[in-house]
């Protein structure tokens, strides 16, 4: 059993930037992959970037490439998403979650945080 807890949420004006937070407990694997998705009211859960726990490899999905960045401290058992030049449409629930593939498809991913809400003002 993995228990993630995601932070650094807020409301944050278009072109700022928020890092968020993903701390990882319990019974955790170097096999993991930790990956970021966002829901916005209405729509889908999308994913966002994807890091692998004990290999440098990550993806990220078109839409946030250049814009946001994932990244990891092992010591601290938490994964990062740097999100800059924010705009209104990210505006969104964001989650992280945990599984053993670097998938964009939400079904691969077992273990999942309770969400951070992000709201980017125009």
């Known amino acids: 059993q993995v228990q993630l807890v995601e932070s650094g949420g807020g409301l944050v004006q278009a072109g700022g930037s928020l890092r968020l937070s993903c701390v990882a407990s319990g019974r955790t694997f170097s096999s993991y992959v930790i990956g970021w998705f966002r829901q916005a009211p209405g729509k889908e859960r999308d994913f966002l970037a994807g890091i692998r726990w004990n290999v440098d490899r990550t993806l990220y999905a078109d839409s946030v490439k250049g814009r946001f960045t994932i990244s990891r401290d092992n010591a601290k058992n938490t994964v990062y998403l740097q999100m800059n030049n924010l705009r209104p449409e990210d505006t969104a629930v964001y989650y992280c979650?945990?599984?053993?593939?670097?998938?964009?498809?939400?079904?691969?991913?077992?273990?999942w945080g309770q969400g951070t809400q992000v709201t980017v003002s125009s």
């Open positions: 979650a945990a599984g053993f593939t670097l998938r964009v498809t939400s079904d691969e991913y077992y273990y």
